[in-house]
């Protein structure tokens, strides 16, 4: 993928009501730069080409498929890129008015987004999800009407509930409490590894042992507490040098470390590179 200038990133747009649904047909990305965006973003690909980098994933586009993009994110589509297909953006205050019973969904496929980035559908999804955003596409562009709000937040949790059924871990019980636990997990990480790395801080606010946690998590994902604890710093660090400017003390403290060089050894041991060598991979983007 061709690499773009950044030497500043693109402000996403505030939403009425935090809330925005699009329909894109056949639109090409002309050369953009990065944004970093506020609100959870939705697209489902009928047909397209070209590439979406997200992060530092690189991930082509090939039609039938979702990209899910968490809010804190950056992304940009390759220049040339074309689709075909729905763009929806909402934000925390819109979700709220969703029932409560599609909160597990949001949290497992937006809590830790890296690993449900991009989900293939098949054809019958992919129909059923199509027809799904088109109703609630048609009911946004609609004029105002009392409770309009309610109407397309409960449109939006039937999305919702669909897309978790295509995620592998929702497809194997996300109704169970381990599943429960784990996202309250995920939840908390999302909000709070800036101020603790520490698995037994989270596990204190679950109510449950920190080896229990670890061992809930391995089952739920694969991954350790502090595997996901680490996966989250790491994606934000990683943002932080490529995206911007801030010294690598600034970043290392923003982080909650206490000095940079445990940023350092940190960064270069989940990485294998230094966070210098890391960032200079960009330095010379679009010269």
């Not at 990305?29 to 965006?37: H, P």
């Not at 586009?61 to 953006?89: H, P, V, W």
């Not at 309610?150 to 592998?168: F, G, T």
């Amino acid at each position: 993928m061709e690499k773009h200038d950044v030497s500043w990133m693109q402000v996403d747009r505030e939403l009425k009501d935090s809330f925005a649904i699009n329909y894109l047909h056949a639109h090409v990305f002309e050369a953009q730069t990065v944004s970093r965006i506020n609100y959870h973003r939705i697209f489902i690909i009928q047909a397209g080409s070209g590439a979406i980098q997200i992060d530092d994933g690189n991930h082509q586009i090939s039609g039938n498929e979702l990209f899910l993009l968490a809010k804190g994110q950056l992304y940009t589509f390759e220049d040339e890129s074309r689709i075909t297909g729905y763009e929806l953006s909402f934000g925390d205050c819109f979700w709220e008015k969703a029932p409560g019973s599609a909160s597990n969904c949001k949290a497992v496929l937006f809590n830790n987004a890296v690993d449900n980035q991009q989900l293939p559908l098949n054809n019958a999804d992919q129909s059923e999800l199509n027809n799904l955003f088109q109703t609630l596409h048609q009911e946004y562009i609609k004029d105002d009407y009392p409770n309009k709000l309610d109407a397309m937040a409960a449109y939006l949790k039937i999305i919702m509930i669909k897309i978790a059924n295509v995620n592998a871990l929702l497809a194997r019980g996300y109704d169970s409490y381990e599943n429960q636990v784990y996202r309250q997990y995920l939840e908390l990480v999302s909000s709070q590894y800036q101020t603790t790395h520490e698995v037994a801080d989270f596990a204190r606010q679950l109510g449950i042992p920190a080896r229990k946690l670890s061992d809930l998590c391995r089952r739920c994902s694969g991954k350790g507490a502090k595997d996901i604890i680490n996966g989250q710093i790491i994606a934000e660090a990683k943002r932080s040098l490529q995206f911007s400017s801030k010294p690598v003390k600034e970043i290392a403290y923003h982080l909650n470390f206490s000095t940079p060089d445990q940023f350092s050894h940190f960064f270069k041991k989940n990485t294998l590179i230094s966070p210098n060598d890391y960032r200079g991979r960009f330095v010379n983007i679009g010269m």
